[in-house]
T-cell receptor, first 109, second 115 residues
């Protein structure tokens, strides 16, 4: 059964304090790994898609990387507006998406 | 480009009732997926529709059913509501099979409360 776990469950950072979020997965044929940001009570907002080990994507203060077993979302010099839940999902060749439980990030000014 | 929209925003029902939630896909997208997200958890896949046919289903009972229309909008129907059905219901659209990207784009969700 395909599974996604994320760590830590919650993370509190001071503004400017860089850190990384982890997404570990087991999947029967990885078609893609996806990162989303979700604000409370809203739908997930797409951030990145990664397709193969070694691939990296960047957007402003965020950088996503992928290995054969896990992905990292690196946050450099975060700001309070980066506070949100970050969701990781994998898609298998059966066309289904499996989401992790998310990491709740709080960035304090 | 119009994003994914969902209606209603909020809904309150009582146990045993039936509910219909609606979703309009992003322009040009032919695939719609529905998810259930309980508080503090990640979205759980309910099912996916591609060109009006169900194209995959998660571990949800048959009282969860759906439709996709020729304009690729979609409905999620839930019969015999239970208290545990209280959740945020998310719709996501994508370009679907054969496309160069599998990325799903989500709507704002419908918050369903079952009393």
């Amino acid at each position: 059964e395909d599974q996604v776990t994320q760590s830590p469950e919650a993370l509190r950072l001071q503004e400017g304090e860089s850190s990384s979020l982890n997404c570990s997965y087991t999947v029967s044929g990885l078609r893609g790994l996806f990162w989303y940001r979700q604000d409370p009570g809203k739908g997930p907002e797409f951030l990145f898609t990664l397709y193969s080990a070694g691939e990296e994507k960047e957007k402003e203060r965020l950088k996503a990387t992928l290995t054969k077993k896990e992905s990292f979302l690196h946050i450099t010099a975060p700001k309070p507006e980066d506070s949100a839940t970050y969701l990781c999902a994998v898609k298998n060749y059966g066309q289904n998406f499996v989401f992790g439980p998310g990491t709740r990030l709080s960035v304090l000014p | 480009e119009t994003g994914v929209t969902q209606s209603p925003t909020h809904l309150i029902k009582t146990r045993g009732q039936q509910v219909t939630l609606r979703c309009s896909s992003q322009s040009g997208h032919n695939t719609v997926s529905w998810y259930q997200q309980a508080l503090g958890q990640g979205p759980q896949f309910i099912f996916q529709y591609y060109r009006e046919e169900e194209n995959g289903r998660g571990n949800f009972p048959p009282r969860f059913s759906g439709l996709q229309f020729p304009n690729y909008s979609s409905e999620l129907n839930v019969n015999a509501l239970e208290l545990d059905d209280s959740a945020l219901y998310l719709c996501a659209s994508s370009l679907g099979q054969g496309s160069s990207t599998d990325t799903q784009y989500f709507g704002p969700g419908t918050r369903l409360t079952v009393l």
